[in-house]
Structure formats: C-alpha cells, structure tokens
C-alpha cells in the first residue's frame, strides 16, 4: 500500500521561500509508486494553507497570506503515515513543529523536539558540543535584559575575545542578523542589530585565520552514516546572507580537498556531533577548517538543511551513490523505523 506523507513547508522564518524550492524538488522526487504526497504550505503568519493555495504558493515559489491554525486537524485526521516538515529555522526546524507532530502521534522525517531545539540554539549547541569534547571557538553569552541594563557588562565579555569577533542572534539561520565585528567601536551596532532578532546572542572569537569551511552530511537515526565532505568557496569576507542567496557567489566542491585524515576527522567529529545532540534522520554539520593551524572547529549543526536537488546535503549523498529520489525515500523509511 502507498504512504500517504504530509509534506509540510513555507513557515514562518525568514527561509520562508528557501523551503518553497526545496519542498518543490521533493514533491518531484518522491516517487509516485510507493507515496501519495499532500503538500501543505504554512504562511509567514503560521496559518496552514488550504490545497489551492498551497499549490499557488509552490508554484509561485512566493509568500502567501491567508490559512486557518488547522494544524492538529490536518496532521491527525487525515491519517498520514509520515510528515515531511521541510521547514528551516524558527517555527519549523526548532522542536516546535516537531512537538506539535508528536503530540499527533505522526511519525516525522528529522530529528525530534530535543535535537531540533538544542540544534537550532547557537548557545546550547556549544554546551552540549563542549560537553563532548568537540573542539570549537571560544564564545560567550549575553542576554537582552543585560544588554539594556549593564551595556558595560556585555562589551567586557565581548572584549575577552578579541577583536574580530562575530555576534549571532543564537536562533536564527541564514546568516540574518550576523556581524563580524572588527574593532571596539562597531561592537553596539552589531549587538543592537542581534538583540533586535532574538533574545539570546551568542558573541564568538574569530578563527585565527579565515578558515575553509567544510560540511558534511549525516544520515540515519541511531546508526548513522556520513556521506564525503564537501567545502563551500566564496568571494566574501565571511559568508553572508548575500553571499549564501546571491547566484554565482559561492561554489561547491565535493570531495572537498582536503588531506585524506582531515576529511576522516571531519566525518567522525560530525557524526559525534549528531548523536550528542540526539539528531536524528538527518543533518548537515559545518565546520571551520583552518589550514595554517590545522584546527578543525565544528561551527554549527543544522537539522533541516536545505534541500533544493542543488542543495549542499542532497549533493553530498549523490557523491555518495544516493539519489535524490532514493535519498528522500531513505528519511521516510528512517521517520517510520522502530528506535
Ligand atoms: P548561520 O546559522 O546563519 O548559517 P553561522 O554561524 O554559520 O550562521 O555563520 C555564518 C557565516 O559567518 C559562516 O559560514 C562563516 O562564514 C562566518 N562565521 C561565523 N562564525 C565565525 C567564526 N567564529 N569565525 C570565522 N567565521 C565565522
Ligand atoms: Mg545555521
Ligand atoms: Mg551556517
């Protein structure tokens, strides 16, 4: 019998369209012998799209209003066999969505509530990380209250890093928000700009050099595989949100080159990484390689990827054999095995 698989994407991030492509190149890739896929697109409100209006949202590839808080209804009674929530950054890579799923009882593609949070948060993602052992950048943390009331306090923490230093919002993606920071006198601007979009702001030093960033996929749930490393190269001080959207900026490479025992490190550390978080599923994991020093740092860990047949993660698994068709229908099979 066919599963029937509710393809959730859209939502309400600023990844928004980003998710609309890779929804678009999943629906094409499911095959149709085997699913029976019903897309739904969750507006930049958080309202869930009736199917005329999913379809022109998908099609347009463009924000759509309107929609109804259906979630509940339309995850359980329809009796779905597995939800794809295509979804990145807050409300839908986060643990939100992944809660409201398994309060539905739905089996679902990626990680659950704990690994998708803990993943999404810059901060606790470093805790857990450091916790394991895993080699990173030195950071610290700084809260909006304090922000407001001992501004003092904020760029005394930051200073012990450094200059350069960049300041993250700890929830976002994309690059939104981000700052590298080159001297004192930039420092407020950058944090005004990051407490403007969350809460928590993670301040990190600089690698010691620009570093060469590699990512890697991870396939799989409590046993999982990880596919050849791959580097992204660009023409940017750092890989910004137009750099990241921009077509032609930056370029792929897979296999990475990189010495052979470099690459196995990167692989090993990643798919310690995604059982630290308690990933599971999917993920694609980026570090910093620094070639002058040879440190490698794990920069972040990313639950839900994304996943256009161009995309990084699909890439790294065709130079592993796997199609993007037989990909997508190894996650389905990985949301329903017993764990
Ligand atoms: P996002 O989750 O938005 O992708 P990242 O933490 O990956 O944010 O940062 C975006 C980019 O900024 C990185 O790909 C890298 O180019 C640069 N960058 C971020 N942090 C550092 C750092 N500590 N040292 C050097 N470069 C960094
Ligand atoms: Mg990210
Ligand atoms: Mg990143």
């Known amino acids: 019998m066919k599963k029937r698989i509710l393809l959730l994407a859209g939502g309400q ?11 678009r190149s999943v629906l094409s890739a499911l095959p149709r012998d085997q699913f029976d896929v019903t897309p739904v697109v969750i507006s930049k409100q958080g309202r869930w ?29 329809e009796g779905y066999d597995a ?28 990680s659950g ?7 999404m948060d810059k901060v606790m993602t470093k805790q857990v990380l450091e916790s394991a052992g895993i080699a990173q950048v030195a950071w ?37 928000g981000i700052s590298k ?47 050849p490393v791959g580097e992204l190269r660009f023409d940017a001080d750092f890989y910004d949100y137009e750099t990241k959207y921009t077509e032609g900026r930056a370029t792929m490479h897979i296999p990475a080159p990189l010495p052979p025992e470099v690459a196995e490190r990167v692989r090993a550390e990643a798919l310690r990484a995604f059982l630290a978080l308690d990933c599971a599923g999917l993920a694609r994991v980026d570090f910093f390689y620094v070639e002058e020093t040879g440190e490698l740092l794990l920069n972040e860990v990313n639950t839900m990827p994304g996943f256009t047949t161009t995309s990084m993660y699909p890439k790294l698994f065709e ?10 229908t190894r996650l389905v099979g990985l949301a329903l095995e017993e764990r």
């Open 83 to 110: 939800v794809f929530p295509l979804l990145h950054g807050p409300m839908g890579e986060d643990g939100t969505v992944q809660g409201l799923l398994t309060l539905a009882g739905i089996p679902f593609v990626g």
């Open 113 to 119: 509530v704990l690994g998708s949070a803990v993943s």
């Open 13 to 23: 991030s600023g990844e928004h369209e980003v998710s609309l492509m890779s929804a």
């Open 319 to 328: 130079a592993a054999g796997l199609s993007y068709s037989e990909l997508v």
């Open 181 to 227: 920071v080159g001297a004192p006198d930039e420092l407020d601007g950058a944090l005004n700009l990051a407490f403007g979009l969350d809460r928590r702001v993670i301040l990190e030093a600089m690698t010691s050099h620009k570093p060469r960033e590699v990512e890697v996929g991870i396939l799989g749930n409590d046993a999982p595989i990880a596919s």
């Open 49 to 77: 799209l009736p199917p005329t209006e999913t379809q022109r949202a998908l099609e347009s590839g463009e924000a759509a209003t309107g929609g109804d808080l259906v979630l509940h209804r339309v995850a359980s009674a």
């Open 140 to 176: 610290r943390l700084a809260v909006r209250r304090e922000w407001q009331q001992n501004p003092q306090g904020v760029r005394d923490r930051a200073a012990e890093l450094g200059f350069p230093l960049f300041v993250k919002p700890a929830n976002l993606g994309s690059s939104v």
